[in-house]
């Protein structure tokens, strides 16, 4: 792969330590840490070795699996990181999820402090990542959807609960050996995946593959519009309703996605603010796909510890694209085999070339979305 020429007026800074998540987590898995320069906070100034041109013959290029967007053919064979973001006020801004995220996913993270959501974002072409985050734990939920794209789960340990589904074969992942960034905040709010960083790992866990191994199940996650230009308005669709508002039942954070006709995407709000990216001039967090998903979950403890039943059958929830949504159904069956969604009709849902955002709902919040 043809790397970046970086030129740094300095990156991500400070000394990688292991198992270092969220305090609650004592008993947080992390892996040894890699050797990690250590520079200061500035962000980077990437010059880039665009590889592939596309001029529309699409030479030297695919279609990505998890956008449908034309990228360059080699890295095609080269599985996507599921890195978890932290959703705390504390925690904002987030670096790089306007620029790298493919799929962003949003799920109640506890079910204590008003249900605070934990962001899993996504990333195929991570080469090309200067600073991506702030990094925290993962938690179970997210063991189990990870594997359905072979990604490689990053994240700063987690609780025990988690330590069963980090042992099953089909779940990678790189914990607490990211870059530490001096941002004026506390510890657990400074971790960021920075450039090399993703190297450095593969090269310390040689028994993770960059490529897709046996588990993947191979070609387009989604169904895809086929041909350039081609959209799906969903006009035809069965029980299709005007939408240019999401509301989510995250008391918390107060997520919210509104619909831009200009750019055809839901940009995303919370905490009563854009979501604007630094690393990417300011610009708002958007999306071309909009999936919910009407969730079953399993409280673990006292402390707000929860599991959603991310494998399940003939669950309720939306697509929403191009202003307007359809109700669906979603099923799973396995951790390996991706969600499906299925419309009124029982036809499998067509997506827009673009980015997806997955928004996992508890059903005793379900009523409590806005779609309008």
């Known amino acids: 792969m043809k790397k970046k020429l970086i030129l740094l007026l300095a990156l991500c800074s400070a000394v990688v330590l292991s198992g270092c998540g969220d305090e609650e987590d004592a008993a947080a898995t992390a892996a040894p840490a890699p050797s990690i320069e250590v520079v200061d906070n500035t962000p980077a100034i990437s010059i880039e070795d665009q590889g592939p041109v596309d001029d529309g013959s699409h030479e030297g290029m695919y279609r990505s699996e998890l956008t449908n967007e034309w990228i360059p053919e080699e890295i095609k064979d080269q599985r996507p990181i599921a890195a978890m973001v932290d959703n705390e006020k504390t925690a904002l801004p987030h670096y790089g999820l306007s620029q790298y995220a493919d799929v962003v996913y949003e799920m109640t993270n506890s079910l ?13 072409d991570w080469e ?32 025990f609960y988690i330590d069963d589904y980090l042992a099953k074969p089909f779940v990678d992942n790189f914990s607490g050996t990211f870059s530490r960034v001096d941002n004026g905040k506390s510890r657990e709010f400074t971790e960021y995946i920075c450039t090399g960083d993703l190297d450095k790992n593969f090269e310390s866990k040689t028994n993770v593959s960059k490529t897709y191994n046996e588990y993947y199940s191979g070609g387009p996650h989604y169904q895809f519009v086929t041909g350039d230009g081609e959209i799906n308005d969903l006009a035809d669709a069965p029980k299709v309703k005007d939408c240019t508002k999401v509301e989510l039942p995250f008391k918390h954070n107060g997520s919210k996605l509104e619909y831009d006709p200009e750019t055809k995407r839901y940009m995303y709000s919370e905490y009563g603010q854009k979501h604007t990216d630094p690393g990417n001039n300011d610009a708002q967090l958007g999306f071309t796909n909009v999936l919910l998903q009407n969730a079953r979950y399993v409280k673990f403890d006292d402390n707000g510890y929860m599991m959603f039943h991310a494998i399940d059958f003939q669950r309720d929830g939306w697509f929403i694209t191009e202003g307007k949504a359809i ?18 009709d029982g036809n499998e849902i067509v997506l827009n070339t673009g980015k997806t955002y997955v928004g996992l709902i508890p059903d005793d919040k379900w009523s409590g979305l806005v779609v309008e």
Request: with cysteine; net charge negative; aromatic share 6%.
């Open 112 to 124: 204590a402090n008003d249900g605070i959501t934990r962001l899993m974002v996504l990333v195929k």
């Open 327 to 344: 109700p669906v159904t979603w099923s799973k069956e396995d951790e390996v085999t991706p969600t499906r969604y299925f419309d009124a």
């Open 128 to 159: 090309k990542i200067d600073q991506l985050g702030s990094i925290r734990s993962t938690r179970p939920t997210n063991l189990i959807i990870a594997p359905e794209w072979n990604a490689i789960v990053c994240h700063d340990g987690g609780p």
